[in-house]
């Protein structure tokens, strides 16, 4: 599938979680302190809440409702409850906008 624009590299502040959907897909962005721009999925897999709405720390970023935090890089959860990972999706940067392709995939090294 093709890459989708979502928005300009500048629009994302630096650690916070933005809530995107592409094709009916929820994908959360997170644009770390080092300027790399990250897409996984945005569903908390030990429930059903908008990992946008976590905290972002790091590489991680972590479910508000039970604590889980999960890889920016991997999508793999680093702590229970959850044990299931989330999709990770392919971002481009693109003359200063930011590109989803909205296939998922998961990280298995």
């Not at 009916?24 to 946008?52: E, K, M, W, Y």
């Not at 720390?57 to 972590?62: A, G, P, Q, R, S």
């Not at 959850?82 to 998961?106: K, M, Q, R, S, W």
Request: proline letters at 6%; hydrophobic letters at 40%; a negative charge.
């Amino acid at each position: 599938m093709a890459s989708t624009k979502i928005c300009a590299f500048d629009e994302l502040e630096e650690n916070q979680a933005v809530k995107v959907e592409i094709d009916g897909v929820p994908i959360v962005v997170v644009r770390d302190s080092a300027g790399d721009v990250f897409a996984i999925g945005d569903t908390c897999t030990h429930g059903d809440i908008s990992l946008s709405e976590g905290f972002v720390e790091d590489d991680t970023v972590e479910c508000w409702a039970h604590g889980s935090k999960f890889s920016l890089k991997s999508g793999r959860p680093l702590n229970l409850p959850a044990y299931e990972p989330v999709p990770v999706f392919t971002v481009e940067l693109i003359n200063g906008d930011v590109f989803i392709d909205p296939t998922p995939h998961y990280v298995t090294a």
